[in-house]
């Protein structure tokens, strides 16, 4: 009965390098979020996505992030030429359909610090 | 304007008190309303989830919902130091999809 898998639990980048955060929704869930938490912060909503579309990017970055959920695999969250503001613990959440209850399970979170 | 508002606390309690934690929520079709607790450095975990106006007891937790006024409320029993945690209230809103937007949080201390 595994659950949301994220990995890597904790990332360090330099100023400039990429990071990847991969997020394995529930099994039989088809819908993933991101979210985006800076210490002492609430969570912000950065990407929607189900399998192989993005139904609502409106809270990621313009510039630098990206995501995808291909048909085959986790969903990635891309972010290139990190900052330091970039720093913070990233949460994917899934869902099993369309949330119509809205209910969403969380992974552990991926922990970004950038030197 | 924020669209889910909480206080950010820390709300402090006695062990064996009632705690009441309270959020609000901006005038746009809302949906569903949630309550997720989230332990320091850990991810966060639903504890409630209310639907309909009134009030949904599930053990010691019990949500009330108040779509007239726009607000949502958790009300912990016999508060238990286990409960010291930060404390999400979730709304998804309507269009389209039930796009789930969270509150700051509300930080809760249960003194022994």
């Known amino acids: 009965n595994a659950g949301v898998m994220q990995n890597p639990r904790h990332l360090v980048r330099r100023r400039g390098q990429e990071a990847r955060l991969r997020c394995s929704p529930m099994k039989g869930h088809s819908h993933v979020y991101w979210y985006r938490q800076l210490p002492e912060e609430g969570l912000k909503f950065m990407v929607y996505l189900q399998k192989e579309n993005i139904i609502d990017e409106s809270g990621m970055p313009k510039e630098r992030f990206s995501a995808e959920f291909p048909k085959e695999g986790p969903s990635i969250l891309r972010i290139q030429q990190v900052v330091r503001g970039d720093s913070a613990a990233y949460f994917c959440?899934?869902?099993?359909?369309?949330?119509?209850?809205?209910?969403?399970?969380f992974g552990e979170g991926s922990r970004l610090t950038v030197l | 304007q924020k669209e889910v508002e909480q206080n950010s606390g820390p709300l402090s309690v006695p062990e064996g008190a009632i705690a009441s934690l309270n959020c609000t929520y901006s005038?746009?079709?809302?949906?569903?309303f949630f309550w997720y607790r989230q332990y320091s450095g850990k991810s966060p975990e639903l504890i409630m989830s209310i639907y309909s106006n009134g009030d949904k007891e599930d053990g010691r937790f019990t949500a009330q919902l108040n779509k007239a006024s726009q607000y949502v409320s958790l009300l912990i029993r016999d508060s238990q130091p286990s409960d010291s945690a930060t404390y999400l209230c979730a709304v998804s809103f309507g269009g389209g999809y039930q796009k789930v937007t969270f509150g700051t949080g509300t930080k809760l201390q249960v003194i022994p």
């Open positions: 959440a899934s869902s099993p359909r369309t949330p119509d209850t809205g209910e969403l399970f």
């Open positions: 005038d746009r079709v809302s949906q569903s």
